[in-house]
C-alpha cells in the first residue's frame, strides 16, 4: 500500500504521542514491554514504527491499538477506513477473527471483532520481526532412482514472526513447512494442512508428531521407538490406517526423520 513520507511520520508522531501518554500512566509500559504484547522480537521494531523508519501496516497497527487502547483511526486514517470496507480488493485485504490482548490494564476489553490483516506475495518486504521459512516438496530422482524429500530453496514460502519461533525454541534456520496430504491425520490435520518443521529436532519422542522422508514419500505421523532402533509410525484416523511398525534395518535403510512439528495449520 503506498504511503508519502509526510503520511508517515504523522503516523509515527501521533503513535508516539500515544505510547508518552500511556506510558505517564504506567511507567511498566516500555518499548520492550510493548513489543513483549505484540509478539514482537524486541524494542527495536517498536522503536522502527514510533519513529517512522518502517511505514505501519494493519497487523501492526491492530496490535498497538490493542496493548495501548486507542482507536486505530487517531493514528492511521488511511488503514482504520479499511476495516469495515468490504468492497476493498481482496487480493490486498483479508479479514480474520482477532481477539483482544488481556496481558495489561491498558487492553482492548470489547468483544472479539473482525480485522483485515495485509496478504503478501513474493514482491512484499520482509518486516522487521518476521522470517520466510520454505517447504519440503517430494523430488523425483534421475535414472530411476526413485524419489527424495528435499527443501524447495527457490519455491514457496510461509512467512513467521521471529517472536513466535523463539518461544517455541525453534531456529529460523532449522525450521521449514510441508503439505499434508490424504485423510491419514484426520482429523487433527485434514488434507491440505500446512505443518511448521523443526529439523534441529530429529530425536524422536513417543508420541510427539514428525515428518519423515519414508522412501522418497513426505510423510506427516506419530512416531514411537521400538527396540532395535524401530518405529511405530501411527496416524489419527487410525481405523482407516492402522498402526505400521518397522524394524530398526528397515528404518536405518527406508526411513528418515526431517524434524519435530511444532505448528499446523488447518484451512477449512
Known amino acids: 500500500m503506498d504511503i508519502t513520507p509526510e503520511i508517515q511520520q504523522a503516523e509515527a508522531a501521533a503513535l508516539k504521542a500515544i ?9 511498566t509500559l516500555t518499548q520492550d ?3 513483549d ?7 527495536s521494531v517498536v522503536s522502527q514504527y514510533a519513529n517512522g523508519k518502517i511505514p505501519l501496516n494493519i497487523p501492526a497497527l491492530i496490535k498497538f491499538s490493542q496493548v495501548l487502547n486507542f482507536d486505530p483511526m487517531d493514528v492511521s486514517p488511511r488503514l482504520a477506513k479499511l476495516f469495515g470496507d468490504k468492497s476493498h480488493p481482496p487480493s490486498q485485504i483479508a479479514y480474520q477473527l482477532t481477539r ?10 470489547e468483544h472479539a471483532a473482525i ?23 517430494e523430488v ?3 535414472a530411476g532412482k526413485g524419489s527424495e524429500v528435499m527443501l524447495e530453496t527457490s519455491g514457496r514460502k510461509l512467512r513467521f514472526g521471529r517472536r513466535s519461533l523463539q518461544r517455541k525454541g525453534v531456529e529460523p534456520s532449522s525450521a521449514a513447512c510441508a503439505a499434508v496430504t490424504g485423510n ?3 482429523p487433527v490435520l485434514p488434507d491440505g494442512s500446512t505443518v511448521g518443521i523443526d529439523t534441529g529436532r530429529k530425536q524422536v519422542q ?10 522418497g514419500q513426505l510423510r506427516v505421523k506419530l512416531l514411537y521407538r521400538l527396540p532395535g532402533g524401530g518405529l511405530r509410525v501411527r496416524s489419527y484416523n487410525d481405523t482407516e490406517h492402522p498402526d505400521e511398525r518397522y524394524e530398526g534395518e528397515y528404518v536405518a535403510e527406508h526411513i528418515r526423520v526431517i524434524g519435530q512439528v511444532f505448528w499446523y495449520s488447518v484451512l477449512l
Open 19 to 27: 505510547m508518552k501518554a500511556r506510558k505517564q500512566a504506567d511507567a
Open 33 to 35: 514491554r510493548i513489543a
Open 37 to 43: 504484547l505484540c509478539g514482537w522480537s524486541g524494542q
Open 100 to 109: 483482544p490482548a488481556q496481558e495489561h490494564p491498558h487492553a482492548v476489553t
Open 115 to 137: 480485522y483485515p490483516i495485509e496478504v503478501w506475495d513474493d514482491d512484499t518486504p520482509l518486516g522487521p520481526d518476521e522470517v520466510e521459512l520454505p517447504f519440503f516438496k
Open 140 to 142: 523425483e530422482l534421475s
Open 184 to 186: 491419514s491425520m484426520e
Open 206 to 215: 513417543d508420541g510427539k508428531m514428525y515428518a519423515i522422508d519414508h522412501a
